[in-house]
């Protein structure tokens, strides 16, 4: 029953093993496809990039981090829901990943549109909480469980010549600050630390 924590069945821990092992060991095609339209004027691709993972709790319960009142030895109740909530071999997190990429040229135009969505089985369909809690609600079952997020959405267009050039992009984008030294044409070029 959701809401109530009940470790997952034998068979279902092996079904979900099986079902894991027949992802990692099935080749997947990873390929973006390429397309032009209007005799060649519009180019694009688009590329999806899917992945999926287990993750299921290796140890036992660290009283350290349990609060006194819930038979700890830790000082608050706040923090040992995490610990509290899942035994010795429990799986915590089933999670499946679709991330999405589309872009198109057209002249001195470029539209970019990036999004994934995910969706954590072992939090929309399992038993996750401590017994006497109240069921996630709705904002923390779509933090946890179940989204999707559009990353980038931008549209540029490159002015000028090639000794002058100005290029504007317009929308929600990813900007690089200089963080990494083998990214090319960041703020970085502009003023190196």
């Known amino acids: 029953m959701r809401g109530y924590y009940s470790p997952l069945a034998t068979s279902d821990r092996l ?8 992802f990692a060991l099935t080749p997947i095609f990873a390929g973006a496809i390429e397309f032009d339209l209007l005799s060649g004027r519009v180019t694009g691709h688009f590329d999806t990039t899917t992945s999926m993972g287990i993750s299921w709790r290796v140890s ?14 830790g000082f608050s109740l706040n923090g040992d829901d995490g610990n509290l909530n899942f035994d010795k071999g429990d799986i915590f997190s089933t999670n499946f990943k679709i991330l999405h990429e589309i872009s198109f040229d057209y002249d001195d135009y470029a539209v970019f549109v990036r999004g994934f969505y995910f969706r954590d089985f072992a939090v929309t369909e399992g038993d996750v909480l401590q017994p006497g809690r109240p069921p996630l609600s709705g904002t923390a079952e779509r933090f946890a469980g179940m989204n999707a997020v559009l990353l980038d959405a931008w549209v540029r267009h490159d002015y000028g010549s090639s000794d002058n050039p100005l290029t504007v992009t317009l929308g929600s984008q990813v900007i690089n600050w200089g963080e990494s030294t083998f990214i090319q044409n960041g703020l970085n070029t502009i003023n190196p630390v």
Not at 15 to 22: D, E, G, K, Q
């Open 60 to 73: 036992d319960r660290d009283q350290s981090i349990i609060g006194a009142n819930n038979g700890g030895t």
């Open 15 to 22: 079904r979900v093993l099986l079902l894991v092992a027949f």
